[in-house]
Each structure stands twice: as C-alpha cells, then as structure tokens.
C-alpha cells in the first residue's frame, strides 16, 4: 500500500496538479521588464581552463545576509548584467550593457565546516524511470553537461544552467571549452538494428546523446563576485547549441513572490550524482526568499546543480496551465540563525533583469522580451 501512495503522489507531482476547486487558479502576473541591450564588446585573452568544476556552491550568508546587504546603485547594476561570451574556439568577448527602464516594471517581491550533506530526513526524491517519462515534457528539458551539472532546455538551441558549472568565479573549469550536452535517448538491447524491432526487442535502457556547445554567455556579477557575496545572486549561465535539439523545451519567466506560487511549492529535477545516470526529480516548499534567492530544503546532491526549477501556474492570456523556469538550483548554505546552525538548498530567481538578460541571450531582439 504505501508503494501505490508514493507512485500515487509522483504522478500527481509530476503533472504539478492544481486544487480542484474553480474559485482560485494560481495565475502567472503580467510583467513589463526592462530593456538591456549590448553596448560595447571587447575581445578579451583566451582564458586559460584551469579551474576544476564544482558541482555545488557553499555559502555561509543566509537571507538575514543578504536582505541586510546594501541596494546595488545603477552603475553596479549594469556591471553585473555585463558579461562574458566564450566561443568553442576559445575566444572570448565581454559585453558592457545599458538597462532602460520603458515602462514601470517589478516583481512584486518583499523586497564553518560543514558535513557534505543536502538531503533533510527522509529522502523524497524520486528516480524518473523509463522512456514514457524520460521522454515526456517536463522531464525531457532536463539534459547533463559534461562537466557535470544538469541544465535545462529553453529555447531550440539554448540550455539554462548554473554559472559555476562553467566558471568558478576567477577562471573557466577544465573542459568549459569542450563543454557538451548530453540527452538521454534510448539504448537498444544487443542485436537491435532499430528498423524491425518487436515488443521483446524494445529499449530497456538509456544512454546520453551529445551535442557540442557553440558559445557560452555568464553574467560579470558572477565572475567578479563569489559566493559569499554578491556572486551567488548571478549563478546562471546560458549555452547555445552548435545544433538544434529538437525536443519541446520550457519557457523562462519572471519568478513570482514565494507566496504566490502554488502551495508555497517549487519543483525541478537533475543528475544528483549519488543516482549515476538517473535523472532525479523532487518537490518542496519555499522556506525563506531575497530579492535574488529562493530558500528551500528539496533534497539534493551535487551534479542537480543547474536544474531550471520551475512551476505551473494558469496563463490568463492564452487560457491554459503552463509551466515557466522562475529559477536556477544553485548549491548549499550553511546559515547560523541566532546561533543555531541551519541548513537551506538555494535557488537564483529569475528577475525582471535577469529575464530581460537570458531572453536577449536566445532572442537577440528586445521587442521579444517585453512581457516575462
């Protein structure tokens, strides 16, 4: 019985199901983002590949840190939204934006050592197994990067991530210039051929396809921050493909305050790797959030750092439920809370700026960018 209740509550999560009652739908808000565009580029030298990649991020600021922390001014704003652009060729560019504010826009936000451990009592992650979720939306946008991380699909040609599957803030990690992509697909059993397969014949299990990474796009704010500081707010970075994926991908859009999502809730899924080829999805409520950072406590291990957590909220538009990434899984804090230590996991919310950011990234026209 408790077998059929947990498959039970994986179906239920995995289709995010809405409360029945028609009273009350959670409804994405319209949004009016600001404009950033390119307004300079420099090229820079080739950066060297030194780093070693880093499946998580640590950091000992918690949301009492960085609510305290002062507003950026304009100038440093714009700093942070300028970044890097490293091509497969090992060139590298940096960008200088400017950010113009078309119309009035926002969120609606308000405004030691530590055991290596990121699960909160019982495990409540789910293993996603089998072609038939494998590879159904939502669980097809999540792909494994070569460095390790996970990354999530948002465009034809685009993959969302963390910064710091890429770059540890001073240097881009080995194999950044080599970086892949891999899709699960499935692996036919010994002396399939694939035209004349039968029932016995099928697929049982999986194996990543991978696709170079034709260019790379991090934010300055993480390069020249770190994590106990700014740095951890601009932990994203987006890849576009030398290729297009041809997979249905998931739509970025502007993270509502925590209070607005369905039941408190975030859900995402990535390659932990204490689950080695297994793509692992989970849910759980927001417990604290910045202007920045959502702060929950889904249980994760390195290598899901980079999954696009996202929700399914009702699209008054189009007259239908949609999924959108409102965030990037980041890493671990450890936070001292009046003295008691506290575990979080943290998420980078996608802003009105951010959003503006990534949507140029994939679009290259700002007139595409205008509602989030």
């Not at 040609?157 to 970086?179: E, M, N, P, R």
């Not at 859009?253 to 790797?273: E, M, Q």
Request: glycine share 8%; charged share 25%.
């Amino acid at each position: 019985m408790a077998g059929l209740s947990t498959l039970i509550l994986l179906l239920c999560a995995a289709k995010d199901v809405m409360p029945s009652s028609s009273h009350w739908k959670p409804t994405w808000p319209s949004y009016r983002v600001p404009v950033i565009l390119p307004q300079s580029t420099l090229n820079l030298d080739k950066p060297q590949f030194d780093a070693e990649a880093r499946l998580e991020v640590v950091s000992p600021c918690g949301p009492a840190c960085h609510k305290s922390s002062p507003l950026p001014t304009y100038e440093e704003v714009k700093n942070y939204l300028s970044y890097e652009t490293l091509y497969a060729n090992g060139s590298l560019t940096e960008t200088e934006v400017g950010i113009y504010i078309l119309s009035n826009s926002g969120d609606g936000s308000q405004g030691k050592t530590r055991t290596k451990r990121q699960i909160y009592g019982y495990d409540s992650r789910f293993s996603i197994f089998g072609k038939d979720f494998l590879l159904n939306y939502p669980f097809s946008t999540s792909v494994k990067l070569s460095t390790g991380c996970t990354g999530t699909l948002v465009a034809e040609k685009h993959v969302l991530t963390a910064a710091h599957c890429i770059h540890d803030g001073k240097s881009y990690v080995k194999g950044a210039q080599k970086l892949r992509v891999g899709f699960l697909k499935p692996k036919l059993k010994d002396g399939s051929k694939g035209a004349n397969i039968t029932n016995s014949a099928m697929p049982e299990k999986m194996k990543f396809q991978w696709i170079r990474v034709k260019r790379t796009h991090v934010p300055k704010g993480w390069i020249k921050g770190n994590a106990n500081d700014i740095g951890m707010d601009y932990d994203y970075a987006l890849l576009e493909l030398k290729k297009p994926h041809k997979r249905k991908f998931m739509k970025i859009g502007v993270s509502p305050p925590a209070r607005h999502l369905p039941g408190g809730r975030i859900h995402f899924s990535g390659y932990d790797n204490d689950r080695s080829g297994n793509l692992v999805y989970r849910f759980c409520d927001v417990k604290d959030e910045t202007y920045d950072l959502l702060y929950q406590q889904c249980d994760a291990q390195p290598g899901a750092s980079g999954s696009g957590v996202y929700v399914r909220m009702w699209k008054r538009q189009n007259h239908k439920w949609e999924r959108k990434i409102i965030g990037i899984f980041s890493g671990h804090q450890w936070v001292d809370m009046n003295g008691t230590p506290q575990d979080f996991n943290v998420a980078v919310r996608i802003t009105p700026l951010k959003y503006a950011q990534i949507c140029y990234w994939i679009k290259g026209n700002y007139l595409d960018c205008r509602e989030g």
